[in-house]
């Protein structure tokens, strides 16, 4: 991984928490490369979202309010749900297979999920996150791909991920199931509404979670 990969992979995971002050300086040290490739991410975390200038000198990780949470997911579902509906109109045959073989890896990645290991929980994530794209990619549609791109904010998913029970995970594998069938029957309107209802339920999962004080223990065994 180059230094932006690693960095946003500590934000991802919690090793960098939000409000975390970071220097160019204490980032090289950390990951034991030069300033200039350091510089260069930030740039791009900056534009990413991730973090925020911070008095004039340095930045911090972002904090994401109630508000900036609301708003992130239900401009999600608007445009995700659009998306699913173009995969189910315009899907190939290779399309369906590759979303369906994305599936299935996010189905094997519950299954050998750790709740101990936040690397485990990572590759989860990222299981989720590919099944997604793949749908997205089915629209042939590149500027709502690089929309979505720009309001998927992965440290809130991962977050989700972290607290997920067995029962959240199934029901996110079954939705993820529904979505699938939808678009392979080409059922663009059942495609839509389910994977609304998919980003809805996300949202009220993180919302809940940031209300109770009990999880807040995550921030602690992350760092």
Do not use: C
């Amino acid at each position: 991984m180059n230094a932006y990969e690693m960095i946003k992979n500590e934000i991802i995971i919690g090793k960098l928490p939000p409000g975390k002050r970071l220097t160019e300086e204490a980032l090289a040290e950390r990951l034991q490369v030069s300033r200039t490739p350091v510089r260069e991410a930030i740039k791009q975390l900056e534009s990413d979202g991730l973090i925020t200038p911070f008095q004039r000198r340095g930045y911090v990780v972002r904090e994401f309010t109630i508000q900036d949470i609301r708003q992130i997911y239900n401009v999600r579902a608007l445009l995700e749900s659009h998306g699913t509906s173009e995969a189910a109109l315009y899907r190939t045959d290779e399309d369906l297979e590759k979303i369906h073989n994305k599936n299935l890896a996010y189905e094997k990645a519950i299954n050998e999920l750790n709740h101990e290991d936040i690397y485990s929980i990572r590759s989860l994530q990222q299981a989720n996150q590919a099944f997604h794209e793949e749908i997205y990619k089915a629209t042939k549609n590149e500027y709502l791909m690089s929309l979505i791109s720009k309001v998927v904010v992965v440290p809130l998913i991962f977050r989700s991920f972290y607290w997920y029970n067995e029962s959240q995970l199934m029901r996110s594998l079954d939705v993820h199931n529904t979505i699938w069938k939808a678009i392979e029957n080409q059922e663009p309107e059942r495609a839509k509404i389910a994977m609304q209802e998919h980003i809805y339920q996300g949202r009220d999962d993180v919302l809940k979670q940031l209300s109770d004080p009990e999880l807040e223990i995550w921030k602690e065994n992350m760092q």
